[in-house]
């Protein structure tokens, strides 16, 4: 039987028409490229590299023309108890580097915004013009108030646009090597401890106190160009944020980490106010080996800055840091029984090595748990912001207990410095149970 033409034809041109809509659908899949999704968030750090490593370098620099300088700050004490500028009392002389100390860490309040806006490089050419200056201005001085106002408040202010950038930007460019990377980068404000210290007594009988302090202004001027050259911000929030992260109030491991930096830094700055004027004063040592024992107390601060980060990349910053804190405490009670000389260099690079430490870590401590690594820089300012107030209670507080009247209260001194340090120790205990738990072999 013939098949039906008039059925044959619907089912030709159907089949036609089905055929063309294929084509065309595999046209439209050739010719449209897929959509490309976009990662959310900012890339992973490189942790390595040479661009990295650089920022290292440029941090190095920062830390040995900032908290370097402040370890120098025991040579100004001597110098200033001498009355050879001007006549105040240990604990007014003492203002000057808590002042100083202070407003580095306070300075990071705004810096910290600032440097999560992108303004990195403006941050760097300000603070190292301000830190410059101070000293200049330093070199020009008579008086006690001019002193206080030169190095305490402009190279105080200075610093901290430096300081919290910096240890801010280094988080961003490393992951598994953080510790490592800023305890090297930290290491600088030893060698600025050792180099500046040497510098000052070397240069103040030959060519005055203020050439002397102009040669620490040059020196400065000269490193600060290899962090403004280098240094390079990683990541910006594609949006400004607020000055002041509210939300770390409410975080308990961040604020009850930051009340222990706060007392840690009293402990902290007796030692680097003192470390020199003490061997002095008691005899132990005659005046060259009393200046020379800051350069002491921070070489071995090198070390301290960086074995321990090392070591904390593995083991994990809070489980680092809470024995490190707990065993300067002891040493720094150690300083009773300081009677000779060579008891004097045993505690200068014992307590330096663990000092070392306590600057050094803090900066991981407060990046680590900053889930929005964008928030660093607010977080970090905050956080050295509530731990600066230990640094200007620390040195006034501390003269205060020392007195002015021979024989001053040594003894007072470290058991202040001592039981301070031991308390931030058992803050950092409940601090690393907070964030993993009373379980021992966890990285934490």
């Known amino acids: ?9 619907p089912e030709k041109k159907e089949t036609a028409s089905s055929s063309s809509n294929n ?5 439209q899949i050739v010719t449209h490229k897929p959509e490309v999704v976009k990662p959310a968030g900012p890339p992973p750090p490189p942790n390595g590299g040479l661009t990295a490593w650089l920022q290292v370098a440029g941090g190095f620099m920062i830390f040995f023309n900032t908290w370097g300088l402040i370890n120098t700050f025991a040579v100004f004490q001597t110098y200033y108890e001498s009355s050879a500028l001007f006549t105040e009392s240990s604990s007014n ?17 705004v810096a910290g915004p600032i440097y999560d806006r992108g303004y990195l490089r403006l941050l760097l050419l300000t603070g190292s013009f301000m830190v410059v200056l101070g000293y200049m201005m330093l070199s020009l001085c008579h008086e006690y108030w001019q002193a206080l106002l030169a ?8 610093s901290g646009l430096l300081f919290t950038p910096t240890v801010s930007l280094l988080p961003t460019w490393f992951s598994s090597h953080i510790g490592l990377a800023v305890g ?3 290491s600088g404000s030893s060698l600025g401890g050792v180099i500046y210290p040497i510098v000052l007594y070397r240069l103040i009988g030959p060519i005055g106190f203020p050439w002397a302090v102009r040669t620490v202004a040059f020196i400065a001027l000269g490193a600060f160009i290899i962090p403004v ?13 607020a000055l002041i992260d509210w939300s770390a109030f409410t975080d308990a491991p961040y604020i009850t980490f930051a009340l222990a930096v706060l007392i840690v830094f009293i402990g902290n700055s007796v030692l680097i106010f003192y470390i020199s004027y003490y061997p002095i004063n008691k005899g132990f040592t005659n005046s060259l080996l009393g200046f020379y024992m800051v350069a002491i107390f921070n070489a071995a601060s090198i070390v301290g800055r960086i074995a321990p980060n090392a070591v904390s990349d593995r083991i994990g910053v809070f489980n680092t ?18 009677t000779n000389t060579a008891g004097m260099v045993v505690e200068a690079v014992v307590t330096g090595f663990f000092s070392g430490v306590i600057v050094a870590l803090p900066p991981v401590c407060f990046a680590m748990p900053t889930k ?12 050295f912001a509530i731990g600066g107030l230990g640094l200007l209670i620390g040195g006034p507080s501390a003269g205060a207990i020392l007195g002015t009247t021979e024989p001053i209260n040594w003894t007072g001194l470290w058991v202040y410095g001592g039981v301070a340090i031991a308390v931030a120790g058992f803050i950092l205990i409940a601090v690393r149970i907070m964030k993993a738990g009373p379980k021992l072999m966890v990285k934490a």
């Open 372 to 383: 929005n690594k964008a928030l660093i820089g607010t977080r970090i300012g905050q956080g």
């Open 1 to 9: 039987m013939a098949p039906d033409p008039m059925i044959e034809a």
């Open 151 to 158: 190095q305490a408040i402009c190279v105080g202010i200075g």
């Open 229 to 241: 050259i280098v240094m390079k911000q990683r990541i910006k929030p594609p949006k400004p944020r």
């Open 93 to 109: 002389i003492s203002w000057i580097g808590s002042i100083q100390c202070f407003l580095l860490q306070l300075t990071g309040i």
């Open 321 to 338: 840091f809470r024995p490190m804190a707990l065993m300067l405490s002891i040493t720094v009670f150690c300083m009773l029984g300081v």
């Open 23 to 27: 084509d065309r659908k595999i046209k």
């Open 184 to 186: 090297i980068a930290s």
